[in-house]
């Protein structure tokens, strides 16, 4: 099998694993609001985060984990630890400039600039969201289809998938609509976000780089 062979079955593999992807998301929406009829304790709190945090590492990363085995590259190459100095500098650069776009409205308004409480969904937010999210999007989907496709094309595709892997949750929490129209914090701004967690992650040669980025662009 030639190469170019061998990379387009990867990226046909990783469509068609994405599709699978959204199908169980869905289901894990479905499934938990059918449970919440007789489990109270997970509409929230750490019961609500146990739940997302089992179904993210289910429906997410074991499929990002069997991606990554398809295409032949490890954990130690997605994530470059070794290879700190460039994702600190493209996450951090690029994350603090997204970042500057919360911190210089919330300075002019007079409004706090870091979280003020400590709870499950600021670990979501912080923690499990740019790891899982990152791991998935850059490290495996981008990562596969930047074997077939240049990484403008890959990272468009792979930024499109990352809006609508966030659409099932918008249209269970009803408000859809309001996202999809709306250019300030909604699709839009997850699209040209997400472009460049892409770029940072690309650059830096490690998937810290968009989970660094991702995080700074959520703290603020």
Sequence with gaps: MSRETSALNTAQITYLAFAAIMAAWIGAWLLKINLEQDLSWLTAGLGSFVYWTAAKLIIWIVPAVWLLRKAGRSFREVFGLANW???AAWGGGIGLLIALTGIIPNLLQGKAVLPTRLDFALLNVLVIAP???ELLMRGAIQGNLTECYS?????VITSLMF???????????????QNLTNPAGGALSIFLVSLR??????????????VLAHFLNNLF
Excluded at 167 to 175: H, K, L, R
Excluded at 197 to 207: D, E, K, L, N, Q
């Design 197 to 210: 967690f892409g770029y940072a992650a690309h650059r830096s040669r490690s998937v810290m780089g968009g």
């Design 131 to 133: 790891t899982f999210e």
């Design 85 to 87: 100095p460039a994702w």
């Design 163 to 177: 809006v609508l892997l966030h659409v099932p949750g918008w249209y269970f929490m009803g408000v859809l609509t």
């Design 151 to 155: 990484l403008a094309k890959a990272n």
